[in-house]
């Protein structure tokens, strides 16, 4: 399933422009977009290891958006994935049924999980499955996104 991705040109910029062009054909609109996370707290430069805006009521709003325009062409409007990539509601569903302080950590080793993933994205032998966003937008960008899939969370 996996290797229905793969892409053959060798250099990763071949691949990513190759995806970019079939995506841009596939559906419209892929240039990634700037995220305005203005009125978020500041997270500075070194890299949070748990969301930081769980509860965070603007965050959810500023991650739906960034989400629907920068995730949603591969995986699926709202979280609900076509097939094409990843279900992101289930991100978290090794955690689901853990008590207390297990959950906790459970949730945390996900946050990290998550953070790498979009931080660098997908790129296996030459084939990038995955665009990295670090240097699209910023981190406070990327823990909103996380508060609003743990809204669309499948379960807990
Ligand atoms: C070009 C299509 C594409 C875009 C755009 C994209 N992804 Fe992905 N993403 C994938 C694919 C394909 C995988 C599975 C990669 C693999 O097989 O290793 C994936 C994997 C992931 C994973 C790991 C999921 C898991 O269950 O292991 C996370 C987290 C993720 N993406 C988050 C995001 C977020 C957040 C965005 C938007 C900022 C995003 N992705 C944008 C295609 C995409």
Known sequence: MKHKFRIAAGAVAV??????????????????????TTGLPALGDKWREENPYRTNKLALKIGASAYGQNCARCHGLEAVSGGIAPDLRLLDRDCTGIKNEKKDACYKEIDNYFLTSIRHGKVRNGAVYMP?????????????????????????
């Open 132 to 156: 990295p966003f670090e240097g699209v937008f910023n981190q406070e960008a990327m823990w909103a996104i996380k508060t609003y899939l743990e809204s669309r969370r499948a379960a807990d």
């Open 15 to 36: 691949a990513a422009a190759a995806l970019t062009s079939l995506w841009a054909n596939a559906h419209g609109n892929v240039v990634p977009q700037a995220v305005d």
